[in-house]
């Protein structure tokens, strides 16, 4: 029931809202136990937490926008926008991370005492249930919804809860061993291990924008679907895919008999493009028919003017 219900009832746009608030009371959370603590490690969480909150809302955004239905200058939609999201998300975790490491470095060659470390661990722990609770759902809905913003905001929070993981595990130690360093070696490993995630997320984007093919089982979905329809008559080729958003593209020739009527030929592309919409969710089909032994090349050398 619990799997269901983010696909039927929670839209990106409610989860990034929920997001937003989320992202406001983890602040507030890590920032006091920061404060309690003077713990540069805690310090470093809570500056993620403020990417948390910039994120979801550019997130939301670019997902409002990316709503809307196609008009005269983008006839394929909006979809794209959801890339930029990522994108903005991974150099705003880049930039947290280079921060992490300044002040870690500083405090590792200046260590400083901590305190209440019980209540700033507490603080930290309560506001890593949080994050982890909304990435549990926003996974599954980005997966329903094929939304990339709504995958790249809970890849940040479970990120984040490695972060707070990473800093209890420093803070525990420094408690258990009164090595003040575990604290900025902790903070250090944290920011090295969001620096790799804010790479990935920005790696992510570029590619979806520059029209990636679609995921290798929404091809073999595409290619079961055809291989339904073709036999001797009927040949498929030049299949070409492409992803933008929540929105999946494919472009094929279909070859058949030169003395089938334009009705008969037409009827069967309908019937083809249908039953590959139905089998991919957001799928959109566009065939070319050519009579058999007619061959058509896209990679030629253009001709000369």
């Known amino acids: ?13 409610h989860l990034l809202w929920a997001s937003i608030g989320v992202a406001i009371t983890t602040i507030v959370l890590k920032t006091l136990a920061w404060y309690v603590t003077d713990s540069v490690g805690l310090l470093s969480d809570a500056m993620e937490s403020f990417v948390n ?10 997902v409002t926008i990316a709503e809307r239905p196609a008009d005269i200058d983008h006839p394929y939609g909006h979809h794209k926008a959801e890339y930029f999201s990522s994108g903005f998300e ?9 921060g992490i490491i300044w002040a870690a470095v500083s405090r590792l060659l200046e260590p400083q005492p901590l305190q209440e470390l019980g209540w700033g ?21 980005a997966k329903a919804h094929r939304s990339i913003a709504l995958e790249a ?20 130690g420094v408690a258990l061993t009164g090595w003040l360093w575990l604290d900025a070696v902790a903070a250090i490993g944290v920011a090295l291990n969001i620096l790799w ?40 080729d030049h299949v070409i895919t492409r992803r933008s958003g929540q929105r999946r593209f494919v472009d094929l020739h279909m070859h058949m008999p030169s003395n ?26 566009t065939i070319q028919m050519l009579p058999s032994g007619v061959e058509a090349h896209f990679d030629d050398a253009r001709d000369p003017e």
């Open 1 to 13: 029931m619990m799997s269901l219900m983010p696909t039927r009832f929670l839209t990106p746009r």
């Open 197 to 236: 995630e804010g790479g990935h997320l920005m790696w992510r984007s570029s590619q979806g924008l520059m029209d990636e093919a679609v995921e290798p089982d929404v091809l073999r979905e595409i290619q079961k679907v055809l291989a339904g329809y073709d036999q001797k008559a009927i040949r498929f």
């Open 260 to 285: 089938w009527t334009l009705n008969r030929a037409a009827a069967l592309r309908t019937s083809v493009e249908q039953a590959l919409m139905r089998s991919v969710p957001g799928l959109r089909a």
């Open 121 to 141: 661990l507490a603080l930290s722990v309560l506001s890593s249930a949080l994050n982890g609770l909304l990435a549990w759902v926003m996974f599954s809905a």
């Open 53 to 62: 909150l910039a994120s979801a809302i550019f997130a939301l955004l670019m």
């Open 90 to 98: 991974g150099v705003l975790i880049v930039g947290v991370s280079v």
């Open 153 to 172: 905001d809970a890849k940040h929070l479970v990120t984040d809860v490695w972060t707070s993981a990473g800093v209890v595990a420093g803070l525990t």
